[in-house]
C-alpha cells in the first residue's frame, strides 16, 4: 500500500525553524524524484524543493539558503529544513514523489499536507 505522510508543521515566529518529515510505504522511494510543494492561500501550489534519487537538489528562489532537502532512503523519509522561516513562507506544505519503473510505469503520489504558520 502506497502512503506519503507528512508531519512537522505548526505556528512558529519569524525568524525561527521547522523540519518538514515525509514518511513513506511502499517500493517506490529510491527510484522516486521527492519533492516538498506549498500552496497559500488564494495562490497556486508551488515547488519549493526537489530531490532526485542520486540526490541531486533543486530550490525555489524564494527559499535558497534558507531551506534543506534531504533523504535517508532507509527510513524511506524525506525531510525540509526550514530556517529563518517568514510570514511568507505560511502555507500547506505537500509531499510528493514522482518517478517510474520503467516506461510505462509511471507514479506520482502526494501527501495530505501539513500547516505552516509563521507570525508573530
Known amino acids: 500500500q502506497v502512503q506519503v505522510v507528512e508531519s512537522g508543521g505548526g505556528l512558529v515566529q519569524p525568524g525561527d525553524s521547522l523540519r518538514l518529515s515525509c514518511e513513506t510505504s511502499?517500493?517506490?522511494?529510491?527510484?522516486?524524484?521527492m519533492g516538498w510543494y506549498r500552496q497559500a492561500p488564494g495562490k497556486e501550489r508551488e515547488l519549493v524543493a526537489a530531490?532526485?534519487?542520486?540526490?541531486?537538489?533543486s530550490y525555489a528562489g524564494s527559499v535558497k539558503g534558507r531551506f534543506t532537502i534531504s533523504r535517508d532512503n532507509a527510513k524511506k523519509t524525506v525531510y525540509l529544513q526550514m530556517n529563518n522561516l517568514k510570514p511568507d513562507d505560511t502555507a500547506v506544505y505537500y509531499c510528493?514523489?514522482?518517478?517510474?519503473?520503467?516506461?510505462?510505469?509511471?507514479?506520482?503520489?502526494w501527501g495530505q499536507g501539513t500547516q505552516v504558520t509563521v507570525s508573530s
Open positions: 510528493n514523489a514522482k518517478g517510474s519503473y520503467s516506461i510505462e510505469a509511471t507514479f506520482n503520489y
Open positions: 511502499g517500493g517506490f522511494f529510491r527510484v522516486a524524484t
Open positions: 530531490i532526485t534519487s542520486g540526490g541531486t537538489t
